[in-house]
């Protein structure tokens, strides 16, 4: 680090991949915390998360401070070489906050109170619960700011609260103030001539609340925005607290992945390191592509290493059905964050709980202690991570598609009133990247004003609503060579969520080949659109061309002969979802006219490789064990032997190659 640079992952990894994960030893008695460092030194942990959800242990009862426990915590982590990421406790207010503060406690859009009792009751814009979080914060900080164990400040927990309230209306209104300066610039950006919705007031404006019928889109859209800026401003208010007592220490906030409440593009560039949770269920045939999107996502943001703060080493409990690992999964799935890009391989939690809410949700030491399958696996896989750092840590990923998301694209198109409610753009998404991965392509993620160029093919899976910048970025990047291929519903709206003229930003048509976009055809469930060679769900459209050099048509229906798919030069518009495989086989066609290829040829299915740096990692995400080509001499790091050519993968087995 040098003078004015912000410290990053590296400072905390020190060449090493940091394996641990939350450790919450309030729940359990003084002896438990020295087999908890023996059992974590046999499995090679090298960092701990406390003091997550610790606020009514340290504060017990309004300004006390109980640091003992902390302090005796501190010192045996560091005794052990165990790093500290230390945690603001600020997710969950202790009870008597709640209790004393009814103005701390958010509420519902229909006006029901969050209480205490659960955890995240907290209330964004409440000036109560922003002084009590800034006082412990600042104790914290000051206490173990120069503590030796301490390697990264957590802020808070997911931020994920959401508050209708009063005091969040009054500043719903000072935000909306500083977005519009006048009272007609936000009648017009949300379009109030419609319905008799005009304000002749400031105050008239509230926070969506339950409304008759469907509710106005831009203030649904603009709260989104104020949420997610809410949160932002509780994280910054902490973040400069410890930055303040510790400069060099990196500062994090844990992610839940593609989490609909947070721009967290515009969250990472507040970040030193980016973290994540990520919990793909193991009985989801597409569980290892779920996480390989949400790591392309994290790395993207992060522009590099980032950090896997939460995942489980067996079940969680709370899905309908809560499935174990099967032996080997474990590994396997954080190996493969490792493969895409992560520097540090974290769990929620590290001993199983005997109580509370999460008491059948799994621990790195689960139920079973020691001698449990659960427990020898994290051994295991803490010695495969020592044995690959070396190779892997701080290594970059370099990737030839870029898939461009944006929250606020996503916010406008999820509005009640769209045409198809089985339009849901994370599965849109999930699909389009699925079509990547299955071509074993690798992509980042980009924001569509980020600079594409480094991109030879850049896809837009459904980016409903551009700013007039985004659509000149788009133009630009095919002007200069790139490739560019965009899904339905994409460009149809401005960053009001105006309709532009002709249902699609014209620039945009005219770059497709598009003369008119006649109308929207949504399919339901169990519909097709049959196209020339393959099949279209989930939507079609009656588009009328107008100087494409190349169409793929619908064949019967309604749309009989129009374009589904068309391209004029190096821009296409797929006006469909292809079924999977047709995706597939579009995309990696589309990649490879422009010199994108897959990391190996010949990939049998279920396999992933993965280039990082030097090192390749191919990942058997079968049941079955397969054998994979791969040219020329190699040495595993996880078996220390050489490898020639060719390679035979047992079931959810991993290989790190190093040429
Ligand atoms: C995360 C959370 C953890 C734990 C975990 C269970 O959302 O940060 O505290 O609740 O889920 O899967």
């Not at 560039?269 to 973290?275: A, L, M, P, R, Y």
């Not at 899905?319 to 964050?337: D, E, F, I, T």
Request: aromatic share 10%.
């Amino acid at each position: 680090m040098t003078a004015g640079e912000r410290p990053g992952l590296a400072d905390a990894t020190r060449g090493r991949l940091l394996y641990g994960g939350d450790y919450n030893p309030e729940q359990w008695p003084e002896e438990t915390w020295h087999e908890d460092v023996r059992l974590m030194k046999a499995a090679g942990v090298n960092s701990v998360t406390l003091g997550v959800f610790s606020w009514s242990t340290l504060e017990p009862e309004p300004g006390a401070r109980e640091f003992g426990p902390l302090d005796t915590l501190m010192d045996l982590m560091h005794a052990n070489g165990i790093g500290v990421v230390l945690a603001t406790p600020t997710a969950s207010p202790p009870p008597w906050m709640g209790r004393l503060h009814p103005d701390t406690l958010p509420v519902t859009e229909d006006g029901r109170t969050e209480w205490w009792g659960g955890r995240q009751h907290f209330s964004h814009s409440s000036a109560t619960y922003r002084r009590y979080a800034a006082a412990i914060t600042e104790d914290l900080a000051a206490r173990y700011g120069g503590h030796p164990a301490l390697t990264m400040w957590h802020i808070n927990n997911e931020y994920c609260t959401y508050d209708h309230g009063d005091e969040a209306a009054a500043a719903f209104r000072r935000w909306l103030r500083e977005r519009y300066r006048t009272l007609d610039a936000l009648n017009e950006a949300w379009g109030t001539a419609f319905w008799s919705q005009g304000y002749d007031t400031w105050d008239g404006i509230l926070p969506p609340r339950l409304p008759h019928y469907l509710r106005n889109p831009g203030q649904v859209l603009d709260f989104r925005r104020f949420t997610s800026d809410m949160l932002l401003e509780c994280y910054t208010a902490e973040r400069d607290i410890v930055r303040r007592h510790t400069p060099h220490i990196p500062v994090t906030s844990n992610f839940m992945p593609l989490w609909f409440g947070q721009d967290a593009w515009r969250w990472a560039e507040e970040e030193d390191v980016v973290s994540v949770d990520l919990y793909p269920d193991p009985r989801d045939p597409l569980g290892a592509q779920h996480g390989a999107l949400v790591q392309d996502m994290t790395r993207s943001q992060a522009r590099g290493p980032w950090m896997l703060m939460e995942q489980a080493a067996g079940p969680v409990n709370w899905r309908g059905v809560n499935h174990p690992k099967p032996r080997g999964m474990n590994r396997l799935w954080s190996l493969q964050a490792v493969a895409r890009g992560a520097d540090a391989v974290c769990y929620f939690q590290w001993r199983q709980s005997r109580q509370g809410a999460e008491k059948f949700h799994s621990g790195m030491v689960s139920h079973a202690g020691e001698d449990g399958r659960t427990y020898q696996e994290v051994k295991r896989l803490g010695a495969d991570l020592a044995r690959i750092a070396p190779e892997v840590t701080g290594r970059h990923i370099t990737a030839g598609v870029a898939v461009l998301h944006d929250w606020h694209a996503w916010w406008a198109g999820a509005h009640d009133g769209r045409l198809s409610s089985r339009v849901e753009y994370p599965d849109v998404l999930r699909a389009w990247h699925r079509a990547l991965w299955q071509a074993h392509l690798t992509t980042d993620f980009a924001h569509p004003e980020h600079d594409l160029t480094p991109y030879p093919v850049v896809v837009v899976p459904q980016l409903y609503a551009l700013t007039d910048a985004s659509i000149d970025n788009l133009l630009a990047y095919v002007r200069q060579g790139g490739t560019l291929v965009c899904g339905f519903l994409t460009g149809v709206a401005d960053e009001d969520d105006r309709v532009r003229p002709g249902g699609m930003d014209a620039r945009l048509r005219e770059l497709f080949g598009i003369r008119t976009l006649h109308e929207w055809w949504p399919l339901e469930a169990e519909e097709t659109a049959a196209c020339e060679g393959f099949r279209g769900t989930l939507w079609s459209e009656e588009i009328e061309p107008a100087d494409p050099d190349h169409t793929i048509r619908y064949k019967g229906g309604e749309l009989d002969g129009m374009p589904a798919v068309l391209r004029k030069g190096r821009a296409w518009y797929v006006s469909t979802l292809p079924e999977p495989e047709a995706l597939r086989d579009l995309l990696a066609r589309i990649a490879e006219g422009a010199g994108v290829r897959p990391v190996l040829d010949g990939l049998p299915e279920h396999v992933e490789a993965v280039r990082r740096g030097e090192v390749l990692f191919v990942l058997n995400h079968g049941r079955e064990p397969v054998t994979v080509e791969v040219p020329g001499t190699h040495h595993d790091l996880l078996t220390d032997t050489a490898v020639t050519d060719r390679l035979t993968l047992g079931r959810y087995e991993v290989a790190v190659l190093r040429p």
